[in-house]
């Protein structure tokens, strides 16, 4: 395949910087090796990287509004699904994801208040959700601002709460390993000179990074998606 640019690409995209004439990439290692013009795509590429990156990182295509219609549920309720997503600024050379990779936190509340994430499953939502155009949508919320502002504010105190589970799941999976690793060092060093005390001394300071980095750990709203129900019928 041959990547170029477009005027909808975004700037500064590795390989496709505005007024370069693109390149050439394939999936096949053998092809790439074969070929020196040929740029492999692997999930290392920094193409790649910087486009799952963007994705992760960037606000577009964070928010939507959707209608449902259901037999079960009445029309002109209001329902918001908030995905909540860890957030911890550790430096790279602690490689965090080990114990603690990016997770997700899904809350899914109806204007009453009521807690609807375990009835109602991320798919099967949206296998019932439809399309609403922008003009209805900004409408849509207009009307609803303080209904939603109070769903956000209490999705994020019952999001909140289940963070020390989190937390706590990742600091024993970090101590497993590395108090294993430890204490494996440390028998070591008993009848082996060669296994120096400098060793022991800088996994025990990773410990103690990555527990401090893990407690640090915080949840920040990923994507909002706004439901309002309509009638069956309509």
């Known amino acids: 395949m041959h990547l170029q640019p477009s005027q909808h690409m975004l700037d500064g995209l590795p390989g496709l910087v505005k007024g370069e004439e693109g390149f050439t990439a394939t999936y096949s290692r053998a092809q790439a090796l074969a070929r020196d013009d040929v740029q492999r795509l692997s999930w290392e590429h920094p193409l790649l990287r910087e486009m799952m990156g963007r994705v992760l990182d960037g606000t577009m295509g964070n928010s939507a509004l959707a209608l449902l219609r259901h037999d079960a549920i009445p029309g002109g309720r209001l329902m918001a699904e908030l995905v909540f997503r860890t957030h911890c600024p550790a430096p790279k050379k602690l490689h965090l994801n080990r114990f603690l990779p990016p997770t997700a936190v899904r809350l899914l509340l109806d204007e009453s208040g009521a807690n609807l994430t375990s009835k109602i499953s991320f798919t099967g939502l949206g296998k019932n959700l439809q399309k609403v155009n ?66 022991i001394d800088a996994l025990k300071s990773e410990r103690q990074a990555l527990s401090e980095a893990i407690e640090n750990t915080r949840l920040r709203l990923d994507s909002v998606r706004v439901i309002i129900t309509v009638d069956a019928d309509r």
Request: aromatic content about 0%; hydrophobic content about 40%; cysteine-free.
């Open 134 to 199: 922008k003009s209805l949508a900004r409408d849509l919320i207009k009307s609803r601002h303080d209904q939603l502002r109070e769903l956000l504010t209490q999705g994020e105190g019952e999001a909140e709460r289940q963070l020390p589970s989190i937390v706590e799941n990742a600091e024993a999976r970090m101590r497993v390993q590395l108090d294993a690793e430890i204490a494996r060092l440390t028998a070591l060093a008993e009848h082996n000179p060669a296994v120096r005390s400098a060793e």
